[in-house]
Structure formats: C-alpha cells, structure tokens
C-alpha cells in the first residue's frame, strides 16, 4: 500500500492518540491501537490481530518469532480468520485449507473511541472474481473487534442472495503461555471430541484438557466458557462465546512443529491454540436475508 493510501486511512479512520494506521513488514498495513485499558495490533490483511495486551498484564496473543508477513500468506500466530469453511474444503482439496478470509485484505469501514474508554474498529470483506471463483455465494462479512481490558470480536456472515448456503468457521486464536506442559484448560469436561492425531476418533474429554503431547481436537457440543488456567504467569485467560457449539484445541508439539517451519524453536511450548469454532457438525446453515454472527469475549483474571 501506498504512503498516500496509508495517509488516506488516517484521514478518515485514525484516533488521535488512540489509533493509528503504519505500513510494517513486506509493506502490509497494521492498525495500532492504544487506548486506557489496553493495546492491539491488527494487520489489514486478513484483519488479523496479533497482539492484545490488556491493562499490566503480558501479551494475551502468541505470535512465532519466525512469522512471515507476506502477501496471500497466513501469519503464524495471532487470530486468523477461517472462513468459510474451515479445515479442508469438502469438495475441492486444492482450495486454501481453512478458506481465503485470512489471506486476502479487509475493508476498514469504522473506528469508534468509546465512551468507556475502549476502541471499536470494525472490518468487512469484498468479495471479487478470485474470490467468487472458491465462494460463489453472494454474501456479506463484516468482523467487529472492541479493543480493551475485554477483547470482543464479533464475525458476521449475511447472505445477500436467493439461495441458502453452509458456512464452516473459527477464529483459530493463539494464545500466549508460559509453559504449555503445565497449563489446564477447563469448560470442556465430558465433551466428545474427534481425535485428529487418531485418526479422528470419537471420544470423551475426562476432567480438563493438559498437554504433553501432539494435541488436535474438535470438541462437540461445547457452549461453556474456558479457561486457560496458567500457573507460570499467573494467570487465567477467559473464553466467553455465542454463536458457537464446538471448539477446537491444538498444539502440533514437537515433531510437527519442526516441520513447520514458522513455529520457532520450542515455540509450541510457548502457546496453545483454543477456538471457538463451527466446526464438524455444528455447521451452520444461513438462508437468503439471514445472517450468523460468531461471537467471542477474551478476559484476563489473575490466578
């Protein structure tokens, strides 16, 4: 994007002393945000945010030390957005796993300095002939991320046309730890769960969710908060939804992390991956003038 470009998302978005349009790595675009109760980076590509700290606590958000800011490329770590389907696509194996809303840049449509002292900016994403070649469905999606010592972030799909479709999604957040061997993750006890890892068996979560291995699960039927419960930095982070009936929880440990790439070294001790999803069969169906909104609330609360 262009120095004029960047001066002309300034002209009609920035917050003086509050929020701020830069052009970072590779010349991508990053809104900074920096309010009373908290901080924020999100790049414009994939309306991706990468970092939230709220208050005195540490960065909530994991990025890898190696992530690549490149044009079209996912980055490793943040929040990327997978929509609108999420894994593999069902029919169509050379389509981008988990959809094309991470890659590809999103509209700034609004800024808001509210009232309490939080900051509002909301996304949306036009759809063009590339993208019309994977998601032919006509469609508006719209993401809106309230920035303060709660980060919410509310991701909106509405179809705009004469026929209904199916949508798969996740904001398939990274969260920071301290050591991933001795975190617990509570809100999932007696899920089922399909085991990727084994060959996506089903089976039944027995008390909180630790990690000591190569861990990558849909948990069904999972609307309660969790709460990653971390001993090292003392600290409990909260994930409140609506919107969503599964979860997804992964960590690739040490043999598929190294060959990943963008991981780091030991960088998969440092993070864990808990989404709130429609994954599986929690699908979701939107008929011609509805709409589905995915909505999360992550809260810090010191242990």
């Not at 262009?2 to 990053?30: C, R, W």
């Not at 109760?37 to 700290?53: C, D, F, K, Y």
């Not at 509570?186 to 000591?212: H, M, P, W």
Request: charged share 20%; with cysteine; hydrophobic share 40%.
């Amino acid at each position: 994007m262009t120095e004029s470009a960047i001066d002309a998302l300034n002209a009609k978005f920035a917050i003086p002393g509050q929020l701020l349009f830069k052009t970072k790595a590779n010349g991508q675009v990053a809104v900074e945000i920096s309010n009373k109760q908290a901080t924020a980076e999100i790049m414009l590509q994939g309306a991706h945010l990468i970092s939230w700290v709220p208050g005195n606590h540490k960065d909530v958000i994991w990025l890898s030390k190696q992530a690549s800011f490149a044009q079209g490329k996912s980055v490793r770590g943040g929040i990327p957005v997978c929509w609108p389907w999420f894994g593999p696509h069902e029919s169509s194996p050379s389509f981008p796993a988990h959809g094309y809303a991470r890659t590809v840049p999103w509209n700034v449509v609004e800024t808001v300095s509210l009232k309490d002292g939080a900051t509002l900016i909301r996304f949306a994403i036009e759809s063009n002939a590339a993208t019309r070649e994977l998601w032919p469905h006509p469609c508006n999606l719209e993401m809106c991320m309230r920035i303060g010592t709660e980060l919410k972030i509310d991701l909106t799909t509405e179809n705009t046309g004469d026929e209904s479709f199916v949508i798969g999604q996740a904001l398939h957040t990274y969260f920071a730890v301290g050591d991933v061997r001795e975190i617990s993750i509570q809100g999932l006890e007696s899920c089922d769960y399909l085991d990727k890892v084994d060959n996506f068996k089903r089976k039944t979560q027995n008390g909180a969710v630790r990690i000591d291995q190569e861990v990558d699960r849909i948990y069904l039927q999972s609307v309660d908060d969790c709460l990653i419960d971390d001993a090292s930095m003392q600290r409990r982070i909260r994930i409140s939804k609506t919107g969503s009936a599964s979860t997804v929880v992964w960590n690739p440990w040490l043999e598929t992390a190294s060959k990943m790439g963008d991981l780091g070294e030991n960088g998969y001790l440092d993070m864990v991956c808990v989404e709130s999803s429609n994954a599986a069969d929690d699908v979701v169906e939107i008929a011609p003038a509805g709409s589905h909104c995915l909505s999360v609330c992550y809260a810090v609360e010191n242990l």
